[in-house]
């Protein structure tokens, strides 16, 4: 008798879309540096970090956001989601710099957040890792355990990414993410971005009234 072939579909997938983009870094780096000049150091034993002003709006790097902005239209596109009548913007763009021992515990992004995103612009060894978690509560309240945990399968609860220079990645808002903690003696450095969709001027949405 022959072995049963079933037929698998996958559905609500959480996806993670990765672009390494190191012709960026010159120009990010110098306004990040700017703006970590300024910004104040939260020293304590738990979580050594500074994070900068808001500079979303910074000319000088106004080809970098154009190209993060038009990356989130296209995946957001892919997605299936009717893009023509909407545009992308920026609600935050900011550098955090975690030092040793530093990390981020586990979040989501709301306030009308479509994808969060992130470029890397240092990258110690043994620095953070990037962790994305399954956003399905569900899921995770009735999860087995799982056969192998150094392998991504449907049975993950995360995954986790190891950071590089120039490294660009985005995720949707909804999706939780976190960062492990610094083992580097040096710091983490990376840009941190959320965005959301408006409608393009001159376009109405309405909802037409059915015909009986």
């Not at 970590?36 to 150091?41: F, T």
């Amino acid at each position: 008798m022959s072995a049963d072939t079933w037929s698998q579909f996958d559905y609500f997938p959480s996806s993670v879309y990765i672009l390494e983009k190191p012709e960026f870094l010159k120009s990010v780096n110098k306004i990040s540096d700017q703006y970590l000049s300024k910004a104040q150091n939260d020293v304590n034993d738990i979580y050594p970090v500074k994070m900068t002003d808001n500079y979303m709006n910074e000319e000088s790097i106004s080809d970098f956001s154009s190209y993060v902005l038009n990356t989130a239209w296209n995946i957001l596109k892919s997605q299936g989601y009717a893009m023509d009548n909407y545009t992308t913007h920026f609600s935050e763009m900011w550098t955090q710099e975690h030092g040793k021992v530093s990390g981020m515990e586990q979040h989501v992004h709301g306030f009308g957040s479509q994808l969060s995103a992130f470029y890397f612009l240092e990258c110690p060894k043994d620095c953070s890792r990037v962790v994305i978690h399954d956003p399905r509560p569900g899921k995770v309240m009735s999860s087995l355990p799982e056969e192998n945990m150094t392998i991504a399968t449907p049975a993950s609860l995360m995954v986790n990414f190891e950071p590089k220079p120039g490294m660009l990645l985005f995720t949707n808002s909804y999706i939780p993410h976190s960062f492990t903690r610094n083992r580097s003696d040096d710091p983490i450095v990376f840009v941190h971005m959320n965005i959301y969709v408006n409608l393009k001027q001159n376009v109405c949405m309405t909802n037409q009234a059915e015909v009986i």
